[in-house]
């Protein structure tokens, strides 16, 4: 099994729609939790932190289910800039930050 | 505030040749790490630095693959010799310190004839 698990997409949905990715991790001792955005062929960037209490960033928001081992991350008002790759990652070290990537679930905007 | 840099952006090689790559992370920023992104999938850790010593190599493929850091600032990483299966982008990150924030370059893209 996976250390993160992803479903790839893509997922192609029109601007204004809701759009939700869920991201499944193994380890259930993993630390912390972060959704990364890459665009196409550039580099990952941090787009939030995931707590358990749940978070939001505008039209982010990103939820933790420690007892399923599972991450949510929704987006509202889809934006044709949100085309893009989002990446779950997890932390499965409390020593220090040893990232895992999920292999990332791409997102097609269209108008 | 400068990013991560990285040289080259691009790099075409022959299996068995070998090939380096150069990082210099945000400046100040204790922890330096490389990963490789093959296409479609996402990054894996080959290798962090704190300062000039090493924290985890453990993924990074030891009889081809070696990184340092000397002076506790840029990097290398030299693959030799390079196989079909590294191609791939190389992407170097930097963080303050262990647990900080992961800021990443725009990476080398590696492709192996």
């Known amino acids: 099994r996976k250390e993160v698990e992803q479903d790839p997409g893509p997922f192609n949905v029109p601007e204004g729609a809701t759009v939700a990715f869920n991201c499944t991790y193994s380890?259930?001792?993993?630390?912390?939790f972060f959704w990364y955005r890459q665009d196409c062929r550039k580099e990952p960037k941090l787009l939030m932190s995931?707590?358990?209490s749940g978070n939001e960033d505008g039209r982010f928001t990103a939820q933790l289910n420690r007892a399923s081992q599972y991450i949510s991350l929704l987006i509202r008002d889809s934006k044709l800039s949100d085309s893009a790759t989002y990446l779950c990652?997890?932390?499965?070290?409390?020593?220090?930050?040893?990232?895992?990537f999920g292999t990332g679930t791409r997102l097609l905007v269209s108008p | 505030e400068a990013g991560v840099a990285q040289s080259p952006r691009y790099k075409i090689i022959e299996k068995r040749q070998s090939v380096a790559f150069w990082c210099n992370p945000i400046?100040?920023?204790?922890?330096l790490y490389w990963y490789q992104q093959i296409l479609g999938q996402g990054p894996k850790l080959l290798i962090q630095f704190q300062n000039n010593g090493v924290v985890d190599d453990s993924q990074l493929p030891k009889d081809r693959f070696s990184a340092e850091r000397l002076k506790g600032v840029d990097s290398t990483l030299k693959i030799q010799p390079a196989k079909l299966e590294d191609s791939a982008v190389y992407l170097c990150?930097?963080?303050?310190?262990?647990?900080?924030?992961?800021?990443f370059g725009p990476g080398t893209r590696l492709l192996v004839l």
């Open positions: 380890n259930s001792a993993s630390q912390s």
């Open positions: 995931v707590y358990s």
């Open positions: 990652v997890v932390n499965p070290d409390t020593g220090f930050q040893k990232l895992v």
């Open positions: 400046s100040g920023h204790a922890t």
């Open positions: 990150a930097s963080s303050l310190g262990l647990g900080g924030t992961q800021y």
